[in-house]
């Protein structure tokens, strides 16, 4: 078992619709931390020290990265004199708990430079979620210990798995 291997199981919420995932594990290849908005398909993807693309792409079990989106929202302030500026607002939900930054495990790949990237699609929450593991925590030190798996691709209705 790979020391970053996190456990699936099906999102309480879809115990009913969602089917049991067709893999037990997955393995979390490394982190990309992203403001405002979720990371496109192809961005980079920063390895654990202990991950080696060549032997963890040649893997039975899916190889997943480890996402904190802090989302934001643009705002257009148009000036007196007819031009504008275009900023990012923080969300800020402190006051209900919640400090905004959404993590999930989001699909990758490897690129033809060798190095690992999202994988290609428009990945949304499945109805599975992953425990990580604790070696997987030490690298994200905030990360939750549960997590949702985006491995829906929104535009085909198709899993990745």
Known sequence: MNAHAARLRVHPRHRDTAP???AT???IIGYRARFATAP????????F??????TTATSPVPCM???SIEPATQVVRLRDDGT???SWEEHDFALLGDTGISWC???VELS??????IADGTWAAGGYEAILARSTIANAPTAPIVVPVHNLNRRTGRHRW
């Open 25 to 27: 594990e997955v393995v």
């Open 84 to 86: 504008s500026e275009i």
């Open 40 to 47: 496109p398909a192809g961005s980079a993807v920063k390895s």
């Open 20 to 22: 049991a995932p067709p």
């Open 105 to 107: 495990l989001m699909p």
């Open 112 to 117: 033809s430079t060798g190095r690992f990237v």
């Open 49 to 54: 020290t202990d991950i080696t693309p060549t």
């Open 65 to 67: 990265a480890l996402v």
